[in-house]
Structure formats: structure tokens, C-alpha cells
């Protein structure tokens, strides 16, 4: 099992660009989780799904969307990128809600 | 809005025990304590959790108090590759979806010395 995949895993953006965070896990969990994590921080959920077709907001969705057609695959999709976003992403997944979360290992992204 | 307190670092003697400490005062009853590392800035990797009895696993182990308002996490033999970001997390539940979710603090870096 490659276990949750991200792409890319470096990226810079101008101010006010668009992009797609790709994360894809291959052991079948229904639980998805994007978090990110500023220099010297904890990591803060984002959004997380509990399953294909159902997505909800953590605790900093905004300037973020996600959406969940697959079981395997939960995009984070920044729109109007904005310097505050310069941070690292982290995709993570688990079989339920009462098990472990299983990490990616990130994508670095800056905004410049 | 963390709801845990770890010191900023730590070092250790290679093959010493050793000993994380975390405070968690204002945890819940149903509200789990987990430990997650971080090596490298690659992504958290999960060690240990309980609620309110001591743990053991293959990687370290888990003391709660029994006010649980603090924890230790040990890590019994201490390697160079122990070396990383230690989160002692609590996991709160997320009411109207029936999941959870992690509560990190700032981790406490783990030292360990040849």
C-alpha cells in the first residue's frame, strides 16, 4: 500500500492564483482530514469528509473547498490564493472515527 | 484554543528512557489523549492513545494520571531516530457529524544525544 499520497509537493503561487491539492489514499477509509501546519505550529483542521459525497468545515475553511466523489481521492482547492495561506498541508485519512489518522507528507506551499 | 501544554524541548541520552510530559487540564471525560510525532516535517506519525488507563505498545508507552488532567508519554530506549516533534493531542468530538477531531499544541522537540 503507498498509503495517502499528496501532490505537489512543493508549490509557489502569486497572490489571487488558483490551485488544487491532490491527496488520494489506497487502504479504503471513509474518514479524509486536510490540515495545515504554520512555521513552528500545531496543525489546525481545515475540512475533513466522512465518507464519499460528504464534506464539512473544521476550524479554518475558509479561503479553502473540498470535495469527495471518490472514496480514495479529497482534493483541497485554493481559490484567490492570499500570502496567509503560506503554509504546509498535510492530508490525512482513517477506517472510522474512533481509529488513528494515517498522514501524507504534505505539500509545502508559499504565496508570494 | 489548545487544550494541551508540552515544554517547547527536550533532551535525551541515546538509550535512556524518555519521558514527555504533557498537561491537559481542562480534558473532558469522554476525551481521548494521543501521541503523534513528527520527523523531519514529514507527516505526524501516530505512537499511542488512551483515555484513562496506562497504554503500552511496541513504541512507547502511555501514563495518565488518574485525575487525567496530564499525561507521559515514555519512550523506553531512546534512539538517534527518535529524534523529532512530539503532539500530545486531545480528541475532541465534532457533535454534528458524529467524527472527531485533533486538538494539537505546539509539541515539545525531542533531542536525542549520541
Known amino acids: 500500500n503507498a498509503g495517502v499520497t499528496q501532490t505537489p509537493k512543493f508549490r509557489i503561487l502569486k497572490i489571487g492564483q488558483s490551485m488544487t491539492l491532490q491527496c488520494a489514499q489506497d487502504m479504503n477509509h471513509n474518514y479524509m482530514y486536510w490540515y495545515r501546519q504554520d512555521p513552528g505550529m500545531g496543525l489546525k483542521l481545515i475540512y475533513y469528509?466522512?465518507?464519499?459525497?460528504?464534506?464539512d468545515k473544521g476550524e479554518v475553511p475558509n479561503g479553502y473547498n473540498v470535495s469527495r466523489s471518490t472514496t480514495e481521492d479529497f482534493p483541497l482547492r485554493l481559490e484567490l490564493a492570499a500570502p496567509s495561506q503560506t503554509s504546509v498541508y498535510f492530508c490525512?485519512?482513517?477506517?472510522?472515527?474512533?481509529?488513528?489518522?494515517?498522514f501524507g507528507p504534505g505539500t509545502r506551499l508559499t504565496v508570494l | 484554543d489548545a487544550k494541551t501544554t508540552q515544554p517547547t524541548s527536550m533532551d535525551c541520552a541515546e538509550g535512556r528512557a524518555a519521558n514527555l510530559p504533557c498537561n491537559h487540564s481542562?480534558?473532558?471525560?469522554?476525551?481521548?489523549v494521543y501521541w503523534y510525532r513528527q520527523i523531519h516535517s514529514q507527516g505526524p506519525q501516530y505512537i499511542i492513545h488512551g483515555l484513562k488507563n496506562n497504554e503500552t505498545n511496541e513504541m512507547a508507552s502511555l501514563i495518565i494520571t488518574e485525575d487525567r488532567k496530564s499525561s507521559t508519554l515514555i519512550l523506553p530506549h531512546a534512539t538517534l531516530r527518535d529524534t523529532a516533534v512530539y503532539y500530545c493531542i486531545v480528541r475532541v468530538p465534532l457533535v454534528a457529524s458524529g467524527t472527531y477531531k485533533y486538538i494539537f499544541g505546539t509539541g515539545t522537540r525531542l533531542k536525542v544525544l549520541a
Open positions: 469528509s466522512v465518507g464519499a459525497g460528504i464534506t
Open positions: 490525512a485519512s482513517s477506517y472510522s472515527s474512533s481509529h488513528e489518522q494515517f
Open positions: 481542562t480534558i473532558s471525560g469522554n476525551e481521548y
